[in-house]
Structures are given as structure tokens and as C-alpha cells.
């Protein structure tokens, strides 16, 4: 059995017994305990980092290690609350809000998001609970990160499970140069107004305005589970709500990167691989992801790919069609029973 998921956690004081299995240490919060209809215990947490805290949402018992479940650009774990009340009847699921999103802590001010720092939070999240290796289920943005860290920490990685990305789709590197002087100035922008409450509204708009802001790849009938976790209520405008996360994020540099090092990176690819690509969304369908995919076909005898009809977000709006899919890779490489 895998060593015990939150030997580094505390409870939060709401007179729950302690677990003889968890000691205490400072600074960890489980709370807001509840039980899904399913009778999956789920539990809000909080890891610290050096600029506040992560908050996560564990699904299933804390007795065993979980996978890992990192979301998407400017969404947040709610992402994974379809899926993940299927997954944790066979094995925890510990999804995180990335920094600045849903309720984790947003980076210092004058700072601003870099990709890159995603697989070390990954590493950071790894060593805090002491885990030997990392269990990935990762979603866009998550994916991209997760495949980083798998290619740089072959041995620091158990699987890894990747949702409609892989590698950051390719870029025209002139266009990427006429940009920047607009984006770098948008940045500026943004940080002199950090201060200020962003616009509200209430939250039928909000789930409007969410389901178009993703191209309508969130269906309607799933943005609650974002709004949950990435949405305030607005102290200017009582009974009127506004997006949470920070606004420095719509300007994070997807810098490209060389092709030579990207296909370097995909070519240490070696654990066993889950490729979900959702047949309706326009991500990782150029000719440049698709060679990568190659790359890993060729190289990784353990890399299984499927193709899904669905949007970008296929694991939340369809989590009940791709959990076979999962369940099956999983079983296949003896990671649940």
C-alpha cells in the first residue's frame, strides 16, 4: 500500500477526531468536511507555500496516496468534480487550485505567473508530503505542466493522464514578437490595478459569461462546478459577484519554446501515458502537437492514446464517458484493482 496521503496535516479544530494515522504540523487546515451523495468523503485542505497556501479538494480517504489532478488555464479543481466522483471509488483524488486561482493564494504583487514555475509546484507538492513518486491527471494547461515534469522527473512519476494537451500548441514566432509590446503593456496596466474590485454581476451572467469565455467549451450545465471555487461576492455591489481569479493571469507569456527542445523533452516521456483528445476542440490539433504525439507513440511503449467526441473540457462536461477510459489504463498497469 502506498504510503499515507496527509502525514503532514492537521484538522481543522471543529472537535473531528484526529486520525492516529496523521500528525499534526502548523500551517495545514483540512475543513469544511462533507460527504458527497455517493459517500465519498471529500475535504477542502490547504497546503503552505511560501506566499500563502494551495488549497486543494481531496475526494476519498486520506489513508492512501492520491492522483494528482491539475486543472486548466484560469479554471480551477471544480473542474475535476464530475470525474473525480467516479475515480475516488478506486483511488483518492487530490485536485488543486493552481496559484492564483479558484482559492489558492496569488503570487506576490509585481510578480507575474510563468509557466514554468507549474511542474515546480508539482515537485514542491511531491516532497511536502513526502510521496515517492507523483500520480498525474491533468487537464490543458495541467497537462502541459505534467508532461514537463514527467519528461524531467522520469523517476518522480508513477503515470501520467492527459486531457485534449500535451505539449503548447505551436506558435507563429512573428506574430508572438508583434504582440508583445501590447501584451507587456497590458501587464503594466493590470498591475497598477490590483487594488480594485473587478467588475460584477450576478451569477446567471457569470455563468454566461464563463460558458462564452470558453468558446462554449464549458456547457452551461457545468460552469457551477468553476463558479464554486471562482467567484466573490462583491462588497461594492451586495448580491452581485465578480471572477476571482487574478487578473494577471489572462497575460501569463505562453512563451514558445524551441521545437528541438520540445521534442527533447517529449522523447523522456517513458511511464505509462494516457492521451485523451477531445474530437471537438481546436487545441493540439496542429500539424506541430501532432508530431509530438508521433514522437511519443515511437518512443513510449506505454503511451495509449484515445479520441473522444467532445470539447476542450470533455472531462467535465462527459466525465461518466472518459472514466472508463481511465479506470481501464489504470487497471492495466495495476495502479487501482
Not at 507575474?112 to 507523483?134: A, S
Not at 505539449?167 to 496596466?189: E, F, H, S, T, W
Not at 455591489?237 to 476571482?244: A, I, Q
Not at 517529449?266 to 471537438?280: E, F, N, Q
Amino acid at each position: 500500500m502506498a504510503k499515507r496521503l496527509f502525514s503532514r496535516l492537521t484538522i481543522n479544530s471543529n472537535n473531528l477526531p484526529l486520525r492516529s494515522t496523521i500528525k499534526r504540523v502548523e500551517n495545514v487546515r483540512i475543513s469544511a468536511v462533507h460527504t458527497e451523495a455517493t459517500e465519498i468523503p471529500v475535504k477542502e485542505i490547504q497546503i503552505p507555500v511560501k506566499w500563502g497556501h494551495v488549497s486543494a479538494k481531496l475526494w476519498g480517504h486520506e489513508n492512501e496516496e492520491p492522483i494528482l489532478a491539475l486543472h486548466g488555464w484560469q479554471d480551477n479543481a471544480g473542474t475535476w468534480d464530475p470525474l473525480a466522483s467516479i475515480l475516488a471509488k478506486k483511488r483518492p483524488i487530490l485536485a488543486i487550485d493552481f496559484p492564483g486561482h479558484g482559492l489558492s493564494s496569488w503570487i506576490p504583487p509585481g510578480m507575474q505567473y510563468y509557466p514554468w514555475d507549474l511542474p515546480r509546484l508539482i515537485l514542491y507538492i511531491k516532497d511536502y508530503f513526502k510521496w515517492n513518486k507523483v500520480s498525474l491527471l491533468s487537464h490543458s494547461m495541467g497537462s502541459i505542466a505534467s508532461l514537463r515534469f514527467a519528461s524531467i522527473f522520469p523517476e518522480y512519476i508513477d503515470f501520467y493522464i492527459a486531457v485534449d494537451s500535451l505539449v503548447a500548441d505551436d506558435y507563429d514566432l512573428n506574430q508572438v514578437v508583434g504582440n508583445m509590446p501590447k501584451i507587456l503593456r497590458k501587464i503594466q496596466v493590470i498591475h497598477s490595478r490590483m487594488e480594485e474590485e473587478p467588475p460584477s454581476y450576478t451569477l446567471e451572467e457569470l455563468a454566461k459569461k464563463w460558458h462564452l469565455g470558453t468558446t462554449k467549451s464549458v456547457s452551461l450545465e457545468s460552469v457551477h462546478h468553476l463558479i464554486t471555487r471562482g467567484v466573490k461576492e462583491s462588497k461594492l455591489n451586495p448580491g452581485k459577484y465578480y471572477f476571482s481569479r487574478d487578473s494577471r493571469l489572462k497575460t501569463i507569456l505562453f512563451n514558445p519554446e524551441s521545437k528541438k527542445f520540445v521534442e527533447a523533452l517529449v522523447r523522456r516521456l517513458k511511464c505509462p501515458t494516457l492521451y485523451i483528445k477531445a474530437i471537438d476542440s481546436p487545441y493540439a490539433s496542429d500539424q506541430f502537437s501532432v508530431e509530438m504525439r508521433e514522437i511519443i507513440e515511437k518512443n513510449n511503449e506505454q503511451f495509449e492514446c484515445h479520441f473522444v467526441p467532445g470539447t476542450h473540457h470533455v472531462h467535465l462536461n462527459d466525465g461518466d464517458k472518459i472514466a472508463p477510459l481511465i479506470i481501464n489504463f489504470l487497471q492495466k498497469y495495476k495502479f487501482i484493482n
